[in-house]
RNA sequence: CGGGGUGUAGCGCAGCCUGGUAGCGCACUUGACUGGGGGUCAAGUGGUCGUCAGUUCAAAUCUGGCCACCCCGACCA
């Protein structure tokens, strides 16, 4: 804890990242910690924030023809095993039931790490012709993974999320399944979260359990660090194999599905907060912030019902083109301390509407990025938020990308390699594909691989070298993006 | 699991060395004043001092065990 520290500030982002971030969740009233270790408690405000994530993402989903179900959270010990690479990576992590209804069970349950296996189970319940599939479900819901080092919405006990699972009758559209989930995802970060992100393949040391590939979309945190932001992987045969998912198919042989999973999770939340985020609080995208606009009557005993009045008329005005609106009608508060609380939740746009705007017909105009102020005529700001939101939206995203860009370099030898993971930078290099080798990396620089960018992607441009730290030739045919992750 | 640290009011801390029945700031409650950048004054509410045992006439304070939490590392959406 910082000394200078007091109830109305945190900690300088400058000084202390991690302390930094931390302060904002707690302040900007996101989450609290419960009393169970690593779950944290999603407050009123961080909530609605998920929400409108999830609002977003849902109508993707159903618009390319996904459907919505529900599967239970408990799932049989002995469906993990089936799988090998799948247990081998959550075995560690499982939470286990071994009593329920005052008896030991029969088996134990493990509260769902993830669903595949559940899912696959189902569905060779549920598949028996070509016809039957494809199968595109998704689900909400939440999952546990007993993580050693919890850290609020990045890495917490139980998450919440989306996970996507579908079965295909042939490895090709499982694949176009899997590439047109990371589009949606890395669409979504830049479009709605401001997030601009690096698509990508995964190494094979970094894949998801029991995966073919691992597709993600890659961000950078204010720290220069990076964030793993959404999941899709192929999944092969590997999942229906030990599920038996079978199928005939038109020609009359048996035939094993190709599967897919993907996910999004609240995670996403701590790389909003770690990408836009400043010494005052949250800076939140419009297209996802829960309020848009906060209005602060400006009022004293004698015109308190006037001004309310007023503020709640502004904010119909505001409300009918469609603006998500906050009239912070708190007595006992001073305004210096509504605005700095909404600066600090991270607000885009303050009107402040007092007895003087009223009489002149003017509003106050506050933007949470400049944090000017600015006397414009009501009629002209309600008909321009619209217009000011979009803009502080592109804002946003330019400001991320020129700081994301700023951070990325190439290295061809060693030295510099090391020099500029140190220094905070996402690092271009080539690589010789060797898992020992990536492993050696990661312990000497504590950077990954995060991803080998697509082609056609930002960073993915077809190139051959030298491995970085083995002088092999490359593998991939283009270099990879090695940093520190969350 | 390894290293470091902390447990005293809702939060942040002092008191412990040198035992004598608990205090400060913020928050909270009430009232008055105030009101365009984190208000002022006054009066209040709130704690079996992490836990168990020991020493002592007496333990927040001394001794020992245990527990919990936080930070750094390994693991990870």
Redesign the pocket.
């Known amino acids: ?1 910082s ?1 200078e ?6 900690t300088p982002r400058s000084q202390d990242f ?2 930094w971030y ?1 302060d904002v969740v707690i ?1 900007a009233d996101l989450a609290d ?1 419960s ?4 779950a944290m408690v999603v407050k009123p405000y961080g909530w609605a924030l998920w929400e409108n994530v999830q609002k977003v993402l849902d109508a993707e989903f159903k618009a390319t023809n996904h459907e919505a179900l529900a599967f239970p959270m408990f799932i049989p010990m002995s469906f993990l095993a089936k799988e090998a690479q799948h247990v081998e ?1 959550f075995a ?2 499982l939470a286990v039931v071994t009593h329920a209804g005052g008896h030991l069970l029969e088996e134990p349950l493990v509260v769902r790490p ?1 669903s595949e296996t559940i899912i696959g189970h189902m569905w060779s319940k549920w598949v028996r012709s070509y016809r039957d599939l494809p199968l595109l479900h998704y689900q909400w819901g939440s ?1 546990v ?1 007993w ?5 609020k ?7 919440y ?1 989306h996970e996507g699972h579908t079965a295909h009758a042939s490895s090709e559209e499982a694949v176009e399944e899997t590439l047109k989930l990371l589009e949606i995802y890395k669409n979504f970060a830049r479009n709605y979260a401001a997030m601009p992100v690096i698509s990508g393949v995964k190494t094979p040391s ?4 029991g995966a073919v590939d ?1 597709y ?1 979309i890659e961000a950078m945190m204010g720290d220069g660090k990076a ?5 899709s992987h192929y999944l092969g045969q590997n999942f229906a194999k030990a599920f038996e998912v079978n199928f005939q198919a038109k020609d009359q042989s048996q035939q094993f599905a190709h599967t897919t999973s993907w ?6 939340i ?1 790389g909003i907060i770690m990408t836009h985020g400043d010494d ?2 949250l800076v939140l995208p419009p297209m996802l912030a829960p309020f848009q606009v906060v209005i ?1 009557p ?5 015109n ?1 019902d006037l001004m309310l009045a007023e503020a709640r008329k502004l904010a119909l005005e505001l409300r009918a083109l469609g603006v998500r609106v906050k009239v912070d009608e ?12 909404w ?2 939740r991270g607000v885009p746009f ?1 009107l ?8 002149a017909g ?3 105009l ?1 933007s949470r990025l400049s ?3 600015a ?1 414009v005529a009501r009629g002209e700001a309600v008909a321009g938020m619209t217009a000011q939101l979009e803009g502080f939206q592109a804002e946003l995203l330019a400001r991320a990308t020129t700081f994301r860009d700023e951070r990325i370099k190439t290295a061809d030898t060693w030295d510099e390699f090391t020099r500029l993971l140190e220094q905070g930078f996402f690092v271009r290099a080539f690589h010789c594909g060797d898992a020992d080798s990536e ?1 050696q990396i ?2 000497l620089t ?1 950077a ?1 691989t995060r991803c080998i960018p697509l082609t056609g992607e930002v960073y993915g441009d077809l190139e051959e070298g030298v491995c970085i730290h083995t002088g092999k030739p490359s593998a991939y045919g283009k270099r990879v993006i090695f940093a520190r ?2």
């Open positions: 804890m000394k520290k007091n109830n109305f500030s945190v991690n302390e931390n302040k910690d009393p169970v270790r690593g990576g560690p992590e993830t999952v993974r993580e050693l080092r919890p850290r919405f990045l890495r917490t006990t139980e998450f999320w970094e894949r998801f359990a691992t993600s964030l793993q932001a959404g999941t996910a999004i999770s609240t995670r996403i701590g005052k609080g602060v400006i009022f004293k005993s004698d308190q708190r007595d006992g508060v001073s305004n210096g301390f509504k605005y700095n609380d600066e600090m303050r402040e509407l007092g007895p003087r705007d009223l009489e003017n509003v106050v506050v944090g000017e102020k006397i492993k990661k312990e504590k990954s992750a969350y």
